[in-house]
């Protein structure tokens, strides 16, 4: 302990931005101020840079340039996803199906639309946070349902749910279909015109994937019917109003570019990493992983210690520099367990005693080795102090 490096164990919350996309955007912070939307030479440098950057996320996931609109990030692109969809629909159904272990940015709208009369299935999940199509075909109800939203993987534990087969029920029962990819990009190839041809929006965001923060971007397939969520100017084909972000938008397009470049080799090397701190971590007594052992993200790990309260365990990791989470970084201000974990059966005492790390571009192996000498120590000297642990 005070050692003053610094192990950043936290890429599910964010990332550090990439030398070149900072590289990328700043001519558009500097000489290229121009707005977009406006008619002369600096500004037509702008509204090309923009067209570009959509070029690149289109080409990223397979979709069409057309198909994709700049948001301000994951959350707004996920409350237009939900609210837009289920305002377009509201005169044929009142009913949205999504998963109890959706991120906030989800579950939020839903909350919100219960209170305006639209019913919500939120479907269960398994011990290792897995979502059953059968579970969606069950809870389809007639006279239709207005929207499936089920997110890609889990910010929290990692677990990669079914997409293509719940897309697929979807698409049969004609039914929106949206997923949250905040977590994937990167991670799990996409490719919106075949393996994912059965989603019809979804989420993204920059600064999960080394891009700047406060920009993200709504996949929206050609056809799909959803109500605008800005409303003002003409921007993003009328679709979302606001003078665009220019460089953060030149900062996603360059991200997602370099992290869509070589996803399988990338995503190997984080997931060694990850799989000898795991087996490290996995040697400290009462000790149990969250989430599913092998559909996870390569970088994800999400462990719960016995008779250990988080908030300490991440104040002592702190301590000795190391960046990490317990339950979900939007979340980690509220003091309740993560509903994540509840929802997988997990009691609140265990959900209490949990940590989240997870690997990216910012570690090196060093990094597991340090972790790995540190971290028994703490949980040690954290369950001598509980007055329920017996060695
Ligand atoms: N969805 C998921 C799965 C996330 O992990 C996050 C961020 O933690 C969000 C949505 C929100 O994204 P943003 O921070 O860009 O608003």
């Not at 365990?313 to 979900?328: H, M």
Request: charge should be negative; hydrophobic fraction near 40%; glycine fraction near 10%.
């Amino acid at each position: 302990m005070g050692d003053s490096r610094l192990v950043y164990l936290d890429h599910a919350a964010t990332t550090f931005t990439n030398p070149e996309v900072v590289e990328a955007m700043l001519p558009f912070l500097k000489e290229r101020f121009g707005n977009p939307s406006s008619l002369y030479a600096p500004a037509r440098a702008a509204r090309i840079a923009l067209e570009n950057a959509r070029e690149q996320v289109a080409k990223a996931l397979g979709a069409g340039p057309e198909e994709i609109y700049f948001t301000s990030g994951g959350t707004e692109s996920d409350n237009w996803a939900v609210l837009g969809t289920a305002y377009a629909g509201r005169k044929q159904s009142r009913h949205i199906i999504t998963s109890s272990i959706e991120h906030h940015a989800v579950l939020h709208p839903c909350k919100y639309l219960e209170k305006q009369g639209f019913e919500v299935t939120y479907l269960p999940v398994d011990r290792e946070g897995v979502v059953y199509p059968e579970e969606v075909e069950a809870a389809l109800r007639p006279p239709g349902t207005s929207l499936i939203s089920v997110m890609y993987a889990n910010n929290e534990i990692g677990t990669i749910e079914p997409i293509p087969e719940l897309g697929k029920i979807a698409r049969e029962h004609g039914i929106p279909f949206h997923t949250d990819a905040v977590q994937v990009i990167g991670k799990i190839p996409l490719d919106l015109k075949r393996k994912h041809a059965d989603v019809d929006m979804l989420s993204l965001s920059s600064h999960k994937f080394y891009g700047p923060k406060g920009i993200g971007a709504l996949y929206i397939r050609e056809g799909t019917k959803l109500d605008n969520y800005m409303h003002g100017g003409g921007q993003e084909r009328g679709r979302r109003a606001g003078t665009e972000n220019v460089a953060g938008i030149v900062g996603l397009g360059k991200a997602i570019e370099l992290a869509t470049r070589d996803i399988e080799k990338h995503s190997a090397k984080i997931q060694k990493m990850r799989d000898r701190l795991l087996a490290g971590i996995l040697e400290i007594p009462l000790t149990s992983l969250n989430g599913h052992p092998e559909k996870r993200l390569p970088g994800n790990l999400n462990f719960s210690f016995e008779f250990i309260e988080g908030e300490a365990l991440l104040l002592l990791l702190d301590q000795a520099g190391v960046c990490c989470s317990a339950g979900s970084a939007c979340s980690s201000g509220s003091p309740g367990p993560s509903h994540v974990l509840l929802a997988t059966g997990l009691a609140p005492e265990a959900a209490r005693g949990s940590l989240r790390l997870t690997l990216g571009d910012a570690n090196r192996e060093e990094d597991v080795d340090y972790v790995l000498e540190v971290l028994p120590g703490i949980i040690k000297k954290l369950r001598a102090m509980s007055p329920f642990y017996r060695p």
